[in-house]
C-alpha cells in the first residue's frame, strides 16, 4: 500500500502556505503558497483562492488540517453568506471598543480571569463590537461567526461549523480554564445571540474533503507553529512573522490581568500564553524601504554597525502597538547626529529595536512564571543573518534556530495525521534540525537604551 499523505495549510496574514508530508514522519514531499492581498481586512473569499492555487497537492492528501492567523471576524447572515470581509488581527480601529468592552464588564482583572486574557483590538470579540456601533444592518445580518481556519475547514467539507480550543481561545468570547463558550459576553458585542462553531477535541476527525481525505480540526497559526515544533518544557519561541509572537508551553491556564500575556489554550488540551506585537518582520521591511536596501543587504548593513548602533535608537512601534497597548502610536528614530546618521547605523536600530520588543515580549512571560531555558526563533524574519546574529544577547538566552521550514503548516499536517491515526497522542515527528547561536556578550546597554525611549514616549 502506498505510504499515506497528509497536507497542512497555513493561511496567514501575507499568504497560504501548504506542505504535504509523510504521514509517518513528517518529511515534506512538496510546498506551495499563494499571496493574500495587503492590509487588516480582507474578504474570506481571497483566502479560498489562494487556498485553490495548492488543489492539486491537497488532493494528493489522505488528511488536511488548516491553521489560519487568529482572531480574524467572518460574519455569516442565515445563507452562510459572508456579510463583509473579515477584520484581521492587525486592524486597530476597535480599539476603543476594546477600552469599552473592558471597563463594561468588569474591568481588566474580571475578563482574565473568564476569557484568559484582556482583550485589545485584535480580538475577536471587540471587532464585532464596532460592527454593532458603526454598521449596524451588517451585525443585524449577522447569524455566525467564525475564525478564518474554521470558514476554510468548512468549505474543506466539515460535516458542521467546527473550530478548535486554540483558535476559540482568542475570541475573547470563550473560556480556556473551563472550556466552554461565553455567550454573554459575544452578546454584550454585537448586540445579539450569533451562532459559533463547536469546538472540536485535540486530534478529532471533523469530516471529510470531496476527495474523500480526512479533516483534522485546524487551529491558530500559533499553536499550529507549537505543534509543528514540538514544544518542550522550558522551550521559549519567539516568532517574527507580520506579528512578533513569544509563547511557550503550560499546563496550566493563564490569567494575567495586566493584559500583557494572552491565556490562550493550544492544540493539544493544554495552554499557550502568548504575547503578540504588532510589528514585527515589516520593521526589517520598513528599514530596507527606508535605506534603499533589500532584506539581505539590510542585514549585511545591521552587521557592519558596531552594538547600539552609534546611539541611534528605534521604537517601532510603526502599525500602532499592541504589546504595549498603544493603537495609535507610530514609529519614532532617536539619537541621529550627523555623525551617526548613515545606513549601517539605522539598519542595526531596527533589528535592535524588533529583537528589543520580543525581549520585552519574553520578560512578560516569564513575570507569568514561564521560565526560558532556550529560545526558538523561527518566522521569516528569522531568515535574517543579522536577527540570529544578534538574538542571543538581546533576548539574553541561547538560541536555537530550527531550519527555516513552514512550521505552521507543518503543525497542521501533524494536526491531519493525527486526525488520520486517531491516536490519543499526536504522532511523533523528529524533531527538526536546528543551529545552535550563543553570544559572549549582554546586550543590556541596548535594551536600557530602548526602555527609556519606549517609556519616554508613551503616548506616541
Ligand atoms: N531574509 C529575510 N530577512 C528579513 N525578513 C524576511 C526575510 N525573509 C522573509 N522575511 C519577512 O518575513 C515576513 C513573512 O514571515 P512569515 O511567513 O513568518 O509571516 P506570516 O506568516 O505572513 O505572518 P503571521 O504568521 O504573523 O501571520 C515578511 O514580512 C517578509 O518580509
Ligand atoms: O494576533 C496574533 C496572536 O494573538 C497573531 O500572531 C495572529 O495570529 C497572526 O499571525
Not at 480582507?42 to 488548516?66: F, G, K, N, Q
Not at 461549523?161 to 483558535?167: E, H, N, S
Not at 499592541?322 to 495609535?328: A, G, K, N, Q, W
Not at 526560558?372 to 536555537?400: C, F, K, Q, Y
Request: charge should be negative; hydrophobic fraction near 45%.
Amino acid at each position: 500500500m502506498a505510504e499515506s499523505l497528509v497536507a497542512g495549510v497555513d493561511s496567514s496574514t501575507q499568504s497560504t502556505k501548504v506542505v504535504l508530508c509523510r504521514a509517518a514522519d513528517g518529511t515534506v514531499v512538496a510546498e506551495a503558497s499563494a499571496p493574500h492581498p495587503d492590509g487588516t481586512e480582507c474578504h474570506p473569499d481571497h483566502w479560498w483562492s489562494a487556498l485553490s492555487h495548492a488543489r492539486e497537492l491537497l488532493e494528493r492528501a489522505d488528511a488536511v488540517a488548516v491553521a489560519a492567523q487568529q482572531h480574524g471576524m467572518v460574519a455569516l447572515d442565515g445563507t452562510g453568506e459572508v456579510v463583509r470581509p473579515a477584520l484581521l488581527w492587525n486592524d486597530t480601529r476597535s480599539a476603543p471598543q476594546a477600552r469599552a468592552l473592558v471597563e463594561e464588564l468588569g474591568g481588566a482583572k474580571a475578563w482574565a480571569e473568564r476569557t484568559g486574557s484582556v482583550p485589545v483590538a485584535s480580538f475577536t470579540v471587540t471587532k464585532l463590537r464596532w460592527m454593532a456601533e458603526n454598521e449596524p444592518a451588517n451585525a443585524r445580518r449577522t447569524e455566525r461567526v467564525m475564525l478564518p481556519h474554521d470558514w476554510l475547514t468548512l468549505r474543506l467539507g466539515a460535516s458542521e461549523p467546527v473550530t478548535d480550543r486554540g483558535d476559540a481561545s482568542g475570541t475573547g468570547y470563550w473560556s480556556p480554564a473551563a472550556g466552554a463558550y461565553l455567550p454573554d459576553l459575544l452578546r454584550a458585542a454585537l448586540g445579539r445571540d450569533a451562532a459559533t462553531p463547536r469546538v472540536a477535541a485535540p486530534g478529532e476527525k471533523v469530516g471529510e474533503t470531496s476527495w474523500g481525505a480526512a479533516l483534522g480540526a485546524g487551529t491558530g497559526d500559533n499553536m499550529g507553529a507549537a505543534l509543528g515544533l514540538g514544544l518542550r518544557p522550558g522551550d521559549v519561541v519567539v516568532s517574527i512573522g507580520t506579528s512578533g509572537t513569544a509563547f511557550a508551553v503550560a499546563d496550566e491556564p493563564a490569567a494575567d490581568a495586566s493584559g500583557l500575556v494572552a491565556g490562550f489554550a493550544d492544540a493539544t488540551g493544554r495552554f499557550l500564553p502568548l504575547v503578540a506585537t504588532l510589528n514585527a518582520a515589516r520593521i526589517l521591511s520598513a528599514a530596507a524601504a527606508m535605506t534603499g536596501a533589500t532584506l539581505a543587504e539590510l542585514s549585511a548593513l545591521a552587521l557592519a554597525a558596531e552594538p547600539g548602533a552609534g546611539g541611534v535608537t528605534l521604537l517601532p512601534y510603526l502599525d500602532g502597538e499592541r504589546t504595549p497597548d498603544r493603537p495609535d502610536a507610530s514609529g519614532v528614530l532617536a539619537g541621529l547626529t550627523t555623525a551617526n546618521a548613515t545606513r549601517e547605523n539605522v539598519a542595526r536600530a531596527a533589528v535592535e529595536a524588533l529583537l528589543c520588543s520580543l525581549a520585552d515580549a519574553v520578560d512578560h512571560l516569564a513575570a507569568q512564571g514561564v521560565r526560558p531555558r532556550r529560545t526558538l526563533l523561527i518566522g521569516g524574519g528569522a531568515r535574517s543573518e543579522a536577527v540570529r546574529a544578534l538574538a542571543p544577547a538581546i533576548l539574553g538566552t541561547p538560541v536555537t534556530v530550527p531550519e527555516p521550514a513552514e512550521y505552521v503548516a507543518l503543525g497542521a499536517a501533524r494536526q491531519a495525521a493525527w486526525a488520520l491515526a486517531g491516536t490519543p497522542e499526536p504522532p511523533a515527528w523528529p524533531a527538526p534540525p536546528a543551529t545552535e547561536h550563543t553570544s559572549d556578550r549582554t546586550a543590556a546597554d541596548v535594551r536600557a537604551r530602548y526602555a527609556a525611549l519606549r517609556d519616554a514616549a508613551p503616548e506616541i
